[in-house]
């Protein structure tokens, strides 16, 4: 699968941002899908997943809220709503599609399928 994110972009704290991540092939629905962000000198972390079907979702603390992701499988596409950013959100958001089970949802390496990522910066 071949995942291709964007929509990143200098946006202001308190604004609001969508990220898109479109997806290569029709298989796409049946993979879960997930979010993830690298900041500088970080390690990459979980932001939110959603389920092959769309009717469960999952997200970091910090973001609930504030993101939302959702998916259109006939778009082949998922979608990371993000308002009310903070500074703290800036990073480099990466898309991933994977098989996880429930509690691997927020591991990257539940994830085989990464997209090249979309820098988001918010500024204060």
């Known amino acids: 699968v071949q995942l291709q994110a964007c929509g990143g972009g200098l946006v202001q704290a308190g604004g609001s941002l969508r990220l898109s991540c479109a997806a290569s092939?029709?298989?796409?629905?049946?993979?879960?899908m997930g979010w993830f962000r690298q900041a500088p000198g970080k390690e990459r972390e979980f932001v939110a997943a959603?389920?092959?079907?769309?009717?469960?979702?999952y997200y970091r603390d910090s973001v609930k809220g504030r993101f939302t992701i959702s998916r259109d499988n006939a778009k082949h596409t998922v979608y990371l709503q993000m308002n009310s950013p903070k500074p703290e959100d800036t990073a480099v958001y990466y898309c991933?599609?994977?098989?996880?089970?429930?509690?691997?949802?927020?591991?990257?390496?539940?994830?085989?399928?990464w997209g090249q990522g979309t820098q988001v910066t918010v500024s204060s």
């Open positions: 092939e029709r298989t796409f629905s049946a993979y879960a």
């Open positions: 959603i389920r092959w079907s769309g009717d469960r979702t």
């Open positions: 991933a599609a994977g098989t996880p089970i429930l509690s691997t949802m927020p591991l990257s390496n539940a994830y085989p399928y």
